[in-house]
Each structure stands twice: as structure tokens, then as C-alpha cells.
């Protein structure tokens, strides 16, 4: 089991630093409902997770069973692939980035020369989540189990489970010890979330201030913390694929 956690361990991160989940958490978090919303957001997220992660992994034991000291073509060809998208994404949101940060130069005015654009970046950086997010802070508990649930579905996710059933599946392990490395995997990736809702609803008023900080700075730096994560989350899956040849 430990080689199958060793797979594991940095897709869970993947998992664990999805910007999107966290903030929707710290939205619930603040909203008037936060407790039993908070909650079911929770259940939603673990249930999302360790379904996908279960689906992946029965998926990947109906492949043809190879010894693991054998090649195995076919598993390296999907890591592979899984590994090349993972890049692909990260090369997309960086693409993103740098757009978004040209259109704020160009807008600053040019008469107030670099200080104008200094400050353009400042105000960009620091607003608010987008709309449909400040709309989270009414949720309900059930409407907030759901969002917790398609969360996990979202392309990164996705994956990065899928990276992770074909681990947990393709070790050759005995079934014991392929429930204990999803239930790590499950774990750890939710554990961003889990952490801060058990605290929060321990002692409240003492995580308000926190709350708050993480949000804006989640708000001013998800982008280029998402995509050093999925750059190195895509060159850990090529290796693994390139080491099963």
C-alpha cells in the first residue's frame, strides 16, 4: 500500500489546493447559515471525491492485470495522456493570466504613467469574487450539498481522480490495501476543506478574521498557485507514465 500512496500523495495535493472549492468554503463559511451549510458543503465534497475516486479505480481494474515489475503500456499510455492535459491546462490558465494582465495594462491611462498601472493591477487583484460566488452566502444546507458534490466534477478534479483510480487500481494490490490508499487520497484531498470547517464551527468567533484574509489572499493569488500546481502534477504523472514502459 505505501508504493500506491506514494502515487497518490501529490494528485491528493492537487486536490487539496483547488482554489474554486476553497473559496466557495470560505463564502459558506461566512454566510449567515454557515454551520449546517458548511457541513453539508462538506459531505458533498467527500462524497463527490470518493465517488469519483471509486469509479476511476473499478474502471481501471478491468484492465488487463500486468505483475508490477512488468511494463505496463497501457497504463503509462493513459498516465501519459492524463499527465499531457494536466499541462495543457496549466499552459491555458497561464495563457489566461498573461492576457488578463496585458488588458489591465492597456487600460490604464497613459497620462498617469506607471503608477496608474501599478495601481490598475492593485484594484484588479484585490476584487471581489465573481458574482455567482457572493451568491453561495445564501445557500442552504442542501443547495450547499450539491455545490460541495458537482465541485468535484470540475475538469481538474477530474483528472486528477482519474490519475488516481488508475494508481490505486494498477499496484495489484490486495483490495484491503487499495481501500486504505483511497481513503488516504480522499482524505488528504479534502483535508483544505474539512480543517477549516471543523475549526470554524468549533470556535467561530475566532476564525472570522482568518476567513477573511484567506479569501482575498486565495482571490489575489489562486491563478498562479493553480497553475505551479498542475505544472508540477502533470510532470509527477508523465514521469510515472514514462517509468511503466
Do not use: C
Not at 148 to 153: A, D, R, T
Not at 186 to 204: C, E, K, N, R, Y
Request: hydrophobic content about 60%.
Amino acid at each position: 500500500m505505501a508504493a500506491i500512496i506514494g502515487h497518490l500523495l501529490p494528485l491528493a495535493l492537487g486536490v487539496a489546493l483547488s482554489s474554486v472549492p476553497i473559496v466557495v468554503m470560505v463564502l459558506i463559511l461566512l454566510s449567515p447559515r454557515s454551520r449546517w451549510s458548511a457541513l453539508a458543503y462538506l459531505i458533498g465534497a467527500v462524497v463527490g471525491l470518493a465517488g469519483l475516486t471509486t469509479l476511476f479505480a473499478v474502471v481501471a481494474s478491468l484492465l488487463p492485470p500486468v505483475q508490477p515489475a512488468e511494463p505496463n503500456p497501457l497504463i503509462a499510455t493513459i498516465e501519459l495522456v492524463i499527465g499531457a492535459a494536466l499541462l495543457a491546462l496549466a499552459a491555458l490558465r497561464f495563457g489566461r493570466a498573461r492576457s488578463r494582465a496585458r488588458a489591465r495594462r492597456a487600460a490604464a491611462p497613459v497620462a498617469a504613467g506607471a503608477e496608474a498601472a501599478v495601481a490598475a493591477d492593485a484594484i484588479a487583484d484585490a476584487a471581489a469574487p465573481p458574482a455567482w460566488m457572493t451568491r453561495l452566502t445564501s445557500l442552504g444546507p442542501l443547495p450547499s450539498l450539491g455545490v460541495g458534490f458537482v465541485l468535484m466534477l470540475r475538469p481538474k478534479n477530474l483528472l486528477l481522480t482519474l490519475a488516481a483510480g488508475v494508481a490505486i487500481a494498477a499496484g495489484g494490490a490486495p483490495l484491503a490495501d487499495e481501500v486504505g490508499a483511497g481513503a488516504v487520497f480522499v482524505v488528504l484531498g479534502i483535508s483544505t476543506l474539512a480543517v477549516p470547517i471543523l475549526f470554524a464551527l468549533i470556535d467561530p468567533s475566532r476564525t472570522l478574521g482568518p476567513l477573511r484574509e484567506l479569501r482575498d489572499w486565495i482571490a489575489r493569488n489562486s491563478s498562479t498557485v493553480t497553475t505551479v500546481v498542475l505544472v508540477v502534477l502533470g510532470t509527477v504523472v508523465v514521469g510515472s507514465g514514462l517509468a511503466r514502459f
